[in-house]
């Protein structure tokens, strides 16, 4: 028996939990390792409870309470199949009454925003550009950074169309570029002249944003022309143009996804931070949630104003997880060899900020670290 032992380490390997997530439905006491060394306080499991840390990690997919999961883990060590059957039926009947009811609220909502459609499309600020004409002047380099700043927080769900574009926000002679997939928003600054008028918004398609940027290769500057729901960019000499039609949705209004509480400020030089993320310890996702369908890294604070990378199993309540692809992805957009990082609460987003530029940054939804 003793051989046939497994490690915290192996057991979570072969059943798809954290190490994290072990230790806490130990001291849940919903799956209790057969031997706690008492020196160390290392777990060790036996070979059938390999199996039960499987079907428990299906049960918390599922949303299932802990208390119910502990009763079916007990029916299935006890071969119990009516007892195991019975909570599997109530636990369904939950969430098919809990999917009823939520879809008599969204339709209660949808029903609100049906009666709001009206007034929203009279507003001064309201993105619908139907018989608007405008023509700005930009610098093609600020344009081409801006786009770069914001192109890696653009959505791909095809449920979400409003998030497949780049927002155009142009207002106070200055064009800020917009993106977001839910899980990470990205905001950047370009200069604008030539426009007076109320504030304009235009969501451009992915692909004709990505048609612009390819025309940004000079220093001279480029034309923005709008003429109702059709966008074009042009050079100033007239002969390459990319243009298209405006995507026909509301985008998320951003300035009040970004007005965040103060957090504490990290300097970190960019390429050594790089390199210690692509080498240093990450964590699995335990679901999809927060975007986080890969590794996480774990952010902690240190005394000394730095930051560190929090191990699997050294867990601090202060620590922030983030998606370590998202993360890269930040960092390579924030275009500078500094950067400083903003964090607040662990479920407060981070913010990844410009030293010499405050208008232009990205943020990163946490991913929770409970188990």
Not at 124 to 139: M, P
Request: net charge negative; proline share 6%.
């Amino acid at each position: 028996m003793e051989n046939e032992m497994r490690s915290i380490g192996e057991t979570a390997l072969d059943s798809g939990l954290s190490v994290s997530a072990l230790r806490f439905y130990d001291g849940a006491g919903v799956l209790v390792p057969v031997r706690v060394d008492p020196a160390s306080g290392y777990r060790w499991y036996g070979p059938e409870q390999v199996e039960e840390a499987r079907l428990l990690a299906r049960l918390r997919r599922t949303g299932m309470p802990l208390a119910d999961i502990r009763l079916v883990l007990a029916g299935w060590a006890g071969a119990d199949t009516d007892l195991v059957r019975g909570l599997l039926r109530a636990h369904l009947l939950r969430l098919e009454r809990g999917l009823s009811d939520a879809r008599a609220e969204l339709s209660a909502i949808r029903a609100l925003l049906d009666r709001r459609e009206t007034p929203m499309t009279t507003s001064t600020t309201t993105h619908s550009t139907a018989g608007t004409t405008a023509r700005l002047t930009l610098a093609a380099p600020e344009l081409a950074a801006a786009l770069d700043a914001v192109r890696f927080a653009v959505g791909s769900d095809p449920e979400l169309p409003v998030l497949g574009g780049i927002l155009f926000d142009i207002e106070d002679g200055a064009l800020r570029v917009v993106a977001t997939d839910r899980y990470r928003l990205a905001v950047a600054r370009a200069g604008a002249a030539g426009h007076c008028g109320p504030r304009l918004q235009l969501l451009v398609p992915a692909p004709v944003a990505d048609a612009m940027r390819a025309l940004l290769s000079e220093d001279a500057p480029v034309l923005l022309g709008v003429d109702g729901d059709r966008v074009a960019l042009e050079t100033e000499s007239g002969d390459r143009q990319a243009a298209g039609r405006c995507l026909g949705h509301e985008f998320p209004d951003y300035r009040r996804l970004v007005g965040l509480p103060a957090g504490r400020r990290v300097l970190v030089d960019v390429p050594a931070f790089r390199a210690a993320l692509e080498s240093g310890p990450v964590r699995p996702a335990e679901r999809e949630q927060d975007g986080a369908t890969g590794d996480v890294s774990v952010l902690r604070v240190t005394p000394g104003g730095g930051i560190s990378l929090g191990a699997d199993g050294d867990d601090d309540p202060a620590d922030v997880g983030l998606n370590r692809a998202f993360l890269l992805d930040a960092l390579t957009a924030g275009a500078r060899d500094q950067l400083i990082l903003e964090l607040g609460a662990p479920k407060t987003p981070v913010a990844i900020r410009r030293p010499d530029d405050e208008e232009s940054f990205s943020l990163l939804m946490p991913v929770r670290l409970e188990g």
